[in-house]
């Protein structure tokens, strides 16, 4: 085939704020080269931490840049090579790889393919692999979980929080105590979490200890440094703690003196100490198991569990957004923030466009969510009359923006409305610290108001055309 299609590419390691390094590119149509592969058109792509930690250069294993990134998406089968006798030409697959997946169209061995139950859609296959068995591997693997235990889970609004509290309630009487901002609190309570912590305001590890004197079963961390030591002491005699990640050591700009400082108050026991207090303590990582050959037997038996989990309704996979490839930094920025209620679903810009406007609501929300949480972290930062001014510039702005013509094309129409809410979320960033000292409305407010309902009078429009 002579098309081209499109990649993103990680070009280098940098935690640049302008994500450079991270870029969309043309590649030829790939070629099936062995018996054993097939070529999946992709539909949609998962967005995890560990591709945040792959552009700063912190994830181990490292591949060698240029390459693309990206562990799971889902799609449809364009080729199969002679020896492929299980998958035909448009079948619905989910797949798999340590890297290579945010593509349009991939080549790989028909062992990195799973057939999609009936019912579900590419958003929900693209998801399922990661998050889900991170969190069912975490818990009936290596913590063992069983009735009647007591666990904590880090940032239970995310991906594989949110995954691991809907598995959690697999198992009778488990009680999960989840950490979150205020904002997400409803959502993780909706999904299973029975008493939510505001790790922003609240300290967690007295919190923990007001619900539970004499401590608890189990804690899933994916901040390691500091929050290491501070679980390990949570947990009571036949404890176990997994730690599978190092949310705390990255940002948004890679900092090595922050990830040093991070690294170094990590948790360090000794084996006598583990004796003594009758702990356990273990690491999980999924990047080195779906490299390991004698892990294929073990993920295949985990992940059928999963989809006969989710063809039960066991499994509610939570989605947050959906971006564009070409919006990867926006993406990337979203999850950096822990904005994120649920999994960041990329999609290539060619399905994005044939797709309905449906997708400018759902930036829509997911950017509105990001203004919430932002109003209250700004409240105790800013000027007061710079952010009136810059409030009132680009209220005045929207304003003006809103009375133009409409864009053409649906693809277009998706980048036009997203570029407008991103400047509805500075100006919130701006304009509260005014709000809340004065009391009084503004210009900036009335004219942010008048702006407001003109862009979703728009939405709503482009939504029902």
Known sequence: MSEKIKAIVLTSTSGS??????QLKEENYPKIESDDQVIVRVKASGLNFAELMQRQGFYKPASKTPYTPGF????????????VTDFQVNDRVIIYNGSGMWKEVICLSRSNLIKMPDGMSFEDGAALMVNYLTAYQILFRMVNIRQGDKVLIHMAAGGVGFAATQLCKTVKDVTVIGTASAAKHEAITQNGVAHCIDYTKEDYVQEVKKLFPLGIDVVLDPLNGENAIKGYELLKPFGRICHYGAASITSESRSFVNAFKAWWKCLSVTSLDIINQNKSVCGYHLGFLMNNPSCVDQMSTDISNLLEMY??????IQHDSTFAYSKIAEAMK?????????KIILKPDSEIEKESPRNVEEVKVATEDKVEQTQSEQSQQGSQ?????????VARSEIAEAHREPVQS?????????SKLNVNDDQAKSENVSIEQTGE????EEAQADANGLTESQLSENKQN
């Open 72 to 83: 799971e998406a889902a799609g449809v089968v364009e080729e199969i090579g002679t020896g």
């Open 385 to 393: 009359q710079g952010g009136e001014q810059k409030a009132e510039e």
């Open 311 to 316: 063809s039960k309704g066991l499994i509610n």
């Open 334 to 342: 979203r999850m950096h923030s822990r904005q994120n209620v649920g």
């Open 441 to 444: 409305k503004s210009l900036a």
């Open 17 to 22: 704020s302008d994500f450079s390094n991270l």
């Open 410 to 418: 649906e693809s277009e129409q998706i980048e036009h409305e997203t």
